[in-house]
């Protein structure tokens, strides 16, 4: 019967029709066919039941149709081979035939068969997933482009109405001033008392006054448009956020727009302040970007306390470094840092232009007044604490060109000696030696290359530590080389490590550490550890190791301090101890 009906016949689409259900679940339309009940053992369910990924009825019927010519097939194949009785409509193969389509498909037994079949059909349920996915995906992204075009566009009629507004301020702005000037040159001509002259200036400045407040005031009203009236994003913060009373809100006006103000008010400010101040609102930019001035508060002071005394004096000078370079290069170099009173007055050039902020109620306090300046202490860089060094332990070294064993072992000796960086990259092998059965670093000049040790108590031992032993420091010694830690690059002025500085100045960043933990904490963090110790260690030992001018400046003290004994030094180094610190082994042979 089915053989005798036109292919599109209204016929043929009933009965195809039937075969099937359309069913709609929420938005979307499902398609449901019900498995022949021979065929129910070998597929194990009753009916397929399959998402159609769409709310459109004729796209629906279109994907069910397809769907249901696939199944069709299986359910034919699945008959053809089947060891029960088909239904009466569909003939039964012979044997030969079964061995047939076997042998042409390479099948061994029936089992392989329904396999086969089964596979086709899970693949049939992958490919009707993908698709559904991909009409998902579709739609998204088209909803999203459709956003996007929205956004630019209303950004674009902003921009406009901005550029126009400016435009028709500027050309009144002019027309007031020429008016001004009419005016009073009426007034010169016109014969009156100076008393009455007095009167129509004071009346032409207040009128004068009046106009510039209400052009400021139209332009703050169009930042504010523009800022506010643009379509939300994604990023948008979906946290519930308190009520704000209409009257109370406030422009989000930049530290840049608040500087222009101060800088252009009335009277001008000298040349000078003007130029001192725009360098100091540059380096907080350059430090924490051009911030809304609300959002500027103590915290963020004292942040940017932290980043001047951190500085180097000759900030500036180098133009290739970053700002976070910049302090890594003075604390791993041990240069002189900005000084107290300069840090002061960046801090007093601030003060000013909030008290000009809070005169206008722009802002509700000045967070740069009533900070201590203790003008003999520089450089705020301090230990690290315990969870900053697990901190460290915990996260990996960046692939750069320092490997991560370089890495370790270097940050392994200034936390187990408190050697400066300088000293530990300029190491060499020679410079490992045994003295008195104590193996040591001996930290000494070496005039062919330019480079000695900071000062003239820097020229000294340094037992090393039995951790660093334990943990194979002494692998990192490889025959035919110069220096302990050979990957190491010496740059263009002949500094050897500034490669390690700002990949360590890079990955601190990444631990997002404060600006005031540097590689040279380490050395603070071991001067702390031994002045800490309940022992009989001696200030003048600690001073001798770290290669500190003596503490106590005694003729005793700067006379004998080379005799220290070898024994001592060795039990101050072995004197650092913490919890937990240390890298796992390293991979050098």
Same mark, same amino acid.
């Given at each position: 019967?089915?053989?005798?009906?036109?292919?599109?016949?209204?016929?043929?689409?009933?009965?195809?029709?039937?075969?099937?259900?359309?069913?709609?679940?929420?938005?979307?339309?499902?398609?449901?066919?019900?498995?022949?009940?021979?065929?129910?053992?070998?597929?194990?369910?009753?009916?397929?039941?399959?998402?159609?990924?769409?709310?459109?009825?004729?796209?629906?019927?279109?994907?069910?149709?397809?769907?249901?010519?696939?199944?069709?097939?299986?359910?034919?194949?699945?008959?053809?081979?089947?060891?029960?009785?088909?239904?009466? =409509? !569909? +003939?039964? @193969?012979? %044997?030969?035939?079964?061995?047939?389509?076997?042998? *042409?498909?390479?099948?061994?037994? /029936?089992?392989?068969?329904?396999?086969?079949?089964?596979?086709?059909?899970?693949?049939?349920?992958?490919?009707?997933?993908?698709?559904?996915?991909?009409?998902?995906?579709?739609?998204?992204?088209?909803?999203?482009?459709?956003?996007?075009?929205?956004?630019?566009?209303?950004?674009?009629?902003?921009?406009?109405?901005?550029?126009?507004?400016?435009?028709?301020?500027?050309?009144?702005?002019?027309?007031?001033?020429?008016?001004?000037?009419?005016?009073?040159?009426?007034?010169?001509?016109?014969?009156?008392?100076?008393?009455?002259?007095?009167?129509?200036?004071?009346?032409?400045?207040?009128?004068?006054?009046?106009?510039?407040?209400?052009?400021?005031?139209?332009?703050?009203?169009?930042?504010?448009?523009? =800022? !506010? +009236?643009? @379509?939300? %994003?994604?990023?948008?913060?979906?946290?519930?956020? *308190?009520?704000?009373?209409?009257? /109370?809100?406030?422009?989000?006006?930049?530290?840049?727009?608040?500087?222009?103000?101060?800088?252009?008010?009335?009277?001008?400010?000298?040349?000078?302040?003007?130029?001192?101040?725009?360098?100091?609102?540059?380096?907080?930019?350059?430090?924490?970007?051009?911030?809304?001035?609300?959002?500027?508060?103590?915290?963020?002071?004292?942040?940017?306390?932290?980043?001047?005394?951190?500085?180097?004096?000759?900030?500036?000078?180098?133009?290739?470094?970053?700002?976070?370079?910049?302090?890594?290069?003075?604390?791993?170099?041990?240069?002189?840092?900005?000084?107290?009173?300069?840090?002061?007055?960046?801090?007093?050039?601030?003060?000013?232009?909030?008290?000009?902020?809070?005169?206008?109620?722009?802002?509700?306090?000045?967070?740069?007044?009533?900070?201590?300046?203790?003008?003999?202490?520089?450089?705020?860089?301090?230990?690290?604490?315990?969870?900053?060094?697990?901190?460290?332990?915990?996260?990996?070294?960046?692939?750069?060109?320092?490997?991560?064993?370089?890495?370790?072992?270097?940050?392994?000796?200034?936390?187990?000696?408190?050697?400066?960086?300088?000293?530990?990259?300029?190491?060499?092998?020679?410079?490992?030696?045994?003295?008195?059965?104590?193996?040591?670093?001996?930290?000494?000049?070496?005039?062919?290359?330019?480079?000695?040790?900071?000062?003239?108590?820097?020229?000294?031992?340094?037992?090393?530590?039995?951790?660093?032993?334990?943990?194979?420091?002494?692998?990192?010694?490889?025959?035919?080389?110069?220096?302990?830690?050979?990957?190491?690059?010496?740059?263009?002025?002949?500094?050897?490590?500034?490669?390690?500085?700002?990949?360590?100045?890079?990955?601190?960043?990444?631990?997002?550490?404060?600006?005031?933990?540097?590689?040279?904490?380490?050395?603070?963090?071991?001067?702390?550890?031994?002045?800490?110790?309940?022992?009989?260690?001696?200030?003048?030992?600690?001073?001798?190791?770290?290669?500190?001018?003596?503490?106590?400046?005694?003729?005793?003290?700067?006379?004998?301090?080379?005799?220290?004994?070898?024994?001592?030094?060795?039990?101050?180094?072995?004197?650092?101890?913490?919890?937990?610190?240390?890298?796992?082994?390293?991979?050098?042979?």
């Amino acid at each position: 019967m089915t053989r005798n009906l036109r292919v599109g016949s209204p016929k043929l689409f009933s009965k195809i029709w039937r075969s099937f259900v359309l069913k709609q679940v929420g938005s979307r339309f499902h398609f449901r066919r019900v498995v022949p009940q021979a065929l129910r053992p070998i597929l194990g369910k009753s009916e397929i039941w399959i998402s159609l990924g769409t709310a459109g009825k004729v796209e629906a019927r279109r994907r069910a149709a397809e769907l249901h010519a696939q199944t069709s097939d299986v359910f034919r194949g699945l008959r053809s081979v089947s060891r029960s009785k088909p239904p009466s =409509e !569909t +003939s039964t @193969p012979s %044997t030969q035939d079964s061995a047939n389509f076997m042998e *042409k498909h390479g099948f061994k037994t /029936k089992d392989d068969v329904y396999r086969a079949l089964l596979e086709k059909y899970q693949d049939m349920l992958a490919t009707q997933e993908t698709i559904r996915k991909n009409d998902v995906s579709s739609a998204e992204m088209a909803g999203q482009i459709k956003y996007y075009k929205s956004t630019m566009q209303h950004a674009h009629d902003v921009r406009a109405l901005s550029a126009g507004i400016e435009k028709i301020i500027a050309v009144a702005l002019d027309s007031q001033n020429h008016m001004t000037a009419m005016t009073r040159k009426l007034i010169e001509a016109s014969h009156i008392s100076a008393a009455e002259k007095k009167g129509l200036e004071n009346e032409i400045k207040r009128l004068h006054e009046t106009l510039l407040s209400t052009f400021t005031k139209a332009l703050d009203s169009r930042s504010t448009a523009t =800022e !506010t +009236s643009a @379509p939300a %994003t994604n990023e948008t913060d979906t946290k519930p956020k *308190k009520a704000v009373s209409t009257s /109370k809100t406030r422009p989000a006006i930049l530290l840049t727009e608040a500087l222009e103000r101060f800088l252009n008010s009335k009277p001008a400010k000298s040349l000078e302040t003007q130029r001192d101040t725009s360098r100091t609102v540059a380096l907080f930019i350059e430090a924490f970007g051009n911030r809304p001035i609300r959002e500027i508060d103590g915290k963020v002071a004292g942040d940017f306390r932290d980043v001047l005394f951190s500085l180097p004096a000759s900030h500036g000078k180098t133009k290739n470094l970053s700002l976070q370079e910049e302090i890594e290069r003075a604390a791993s170099h041990d240069v002189s840092t900005l000084s107290a009173k300069t840090v002061k007055n960046h801090f007093m050039r601030l003060s000013s232009l909030w008290n000009d902020l809070l005169r206008r109620d722009m802002v509700e306090k000045n967070p740069w007044g009533n900070w201590d300046f203790n003008l003999t202490k520089k450089n705020p860089r301090r230990a690290w604490t315990p969870e900053e060094m697990d901190k460290l332990l915990q996260t990996p070294w960046p692939l750069c060109s320092i490997p991560t064993d370089t890495f370790k072992g270097i940050t392994m000796i200034a936390a187990y000696s408190g050697m400066r960086l300088g000293e530990i990259c300029n190491l060499r092998n020679e410079d490992i030696q045994t003295i008195d059965g104590v193996p040591c670093f001996r930290i000494c000049a070496h005039p062919e290359d330019n480079w000695s040790p900071k000062t003239e108590a820097g020229d000294r031992l340094v037992p090393i530590h039995s951790t660093l032993l334990n943990w194979g420091i002494l692998n990192f010694q490889k025959t035919g080389e110069k220096y302990l830690f050979s990957e190491l690059k010496t740059s263009s002025d002949g500094t050897r490590g500034a490669d390690f500085s700002r990949a360590f100045s890079r990955y601190k960043t990444m631990m997002v550490l404060p600006p005031a933990i540097t590689f040279h904490g380490f050395r603070h963090t071991v001067s702390t550890l031994l002045r800490n110790q309940n022992s009989d260690i001696r200030e003048i030992w600690i001073d001798a190791l770290l290669g500190h001018e003596a503490s106590h400046k005694s003729q005793g003290a700067t006379t004998y301090l080379s005799g220290i004994e070898i024994e001592n030094l060795k039990r101050t180094v072995e004197a650092i101890q913490y919890p937990s610190f240390i890298f796992s082994k390293s991979g050098v042979s």
